[in-house]
């Protein structure tokens, strides 16, 4: 059964990263041997594992093989119920697999509902990480709103604080977080990661509000908007815009090497945690390459996106 999961999983992860118009020949043929394995051992079908089975179950549906939502019955351990109440990963597969329902099939109706009241009974354990963040962020939202509804001008530094943190990243690192098997996010990961925010994560989202301020500034930022870093560097260090946006720019460079360093002096659990931040950090140097702005206008990553994607590579 080793084969079958090994291929589920790797099928999986190759369609979420987005990269399977890239392997389409290796999954048609990966997605043909995991259905012939059910056909030829039933047994192989469902496994042990509510995770496999589920994700084995959904995958086929997806690729146009029918596969019985009997697969599912060996779990069952009364009408609507099913094992694996306190998995979290096997009842968010279940859930999405259940999706795949046809016209008729109430039992997968029943699983959805099931994996529903047992995710959401969960909540509370799994994301209480993310709660404290989440109340961080919104003291931090209504602490920049006073200040742009009150004309307050920050110094540099109580800038840097707050709009770093107002930028959602530190969030956003634990959201995905949330989407790494469970050997790598561990709950010891999760709560370092959290409030108070270590200076890893706090570096990662300030690299992200500093690309964003130097963007805004050569592109021009809305009235109502709260100063960037650039104006408020140049109204307390007196120096001109051009002279601003090099400092700031050297201090983004500073926190990539705190960045750097974080990755060779975190304990090997937490590396993950470094690395995912680092990952964020790159994903905000593209969005912002060169002071453009791919998140505010499409049109900006248009170019980038045509020449990954659709451009012919020259040879």
């Known amino acids: 059964m080793g084969g079958v999961a090994a291929t589920v999983a790797l099928v999986d992860t190759v369609e ?45 549906r997806q690729h146009g093989f029918w596969v019985s939502a009997d697969v ?24 999405h697999a259940a999706h795949m329902a046809v016209p008729g099939e109430s039992a997968l109706d029943d699983a959805i509902a099931f994996a529903r009241r047992h995710l959401q009974a969960m909540i ?3 994301r209480s990480p993310a709660a404290e963040q989440f109340q961080l962020q919104l003291e931090y939202y209504m602490q920049e709103a ?15 604080e707050l709009s770093s943190m107002s930028t959602g990243l530190p969030m956003l690192n634990l959201m995905a977080l949330m989407g790494y098997d469970r050997a790598v996010a561990t709950q010891e990961l999760f709560d370092w990661m ?12 300030v690299i992200g509000r500093f690309l964003n301020d130097i963007s805004s500034y050569k592109l021009g930022k809305n009235k109502n908007d709260l100063d960037s870093a650039v104006e408020c560097y140049m109204q307390e260090k007196g120096v001109t815009g051009e ?12 926190r990539w090497r705190v960045l750097n360093q974080a990755c060779m002096e975190t304990d090997r659990a937490l590396l993950p945690g470094v690395q995912l931040v680092a990952s964020i950090a790159r994903t905000c140097e593209v969005i912002y390459l060169r002071g453009r702005d791919g998140y505010t206008f499409g049109s900006h990553a248009k170019d980038l996106v ?3 994607f659709l451009d012919p590579i020259p040879i």
């Open 16 to 60: 979420r990263l987005g990269l399977d118009s890239h392997f389409r020949e290796e999954i048609a043929a990966a997605i043909s041997r995991v259905h012939v394995a059910g056909e030829e051992g039933p047994e192989l079908a469902g496994s042990d594992d509510l995770h496999v089975a589920a994700t084995r179950f959904r995958l086929l």
């Open 72 to 95: 599912f019955d060996k779990f069952r351990d009364g009408a609507v119920n099913f094992g694996a109440t306190n998995d979290a990963r096997a009842l968010l597969s279940l859930y």
């Open 124 to 126: 509370g354990e799994l």
């Open 146 to 160: 006073e200040w742009t509804n009150g004309k307050y001008q920050p110094s540099f530094e109580e800038h840097e």
């Open 194 to 205: 959290s409030a108070p925010v270590p200076d890893v994560v706090r570096a990662g989202a």
């Open 243 to 254: 002279e601003a946006v090099a400092a700031i720019a050297a201090m983004t460079e500073h």
């Open 306 to 308: 045509t020449a990954l």
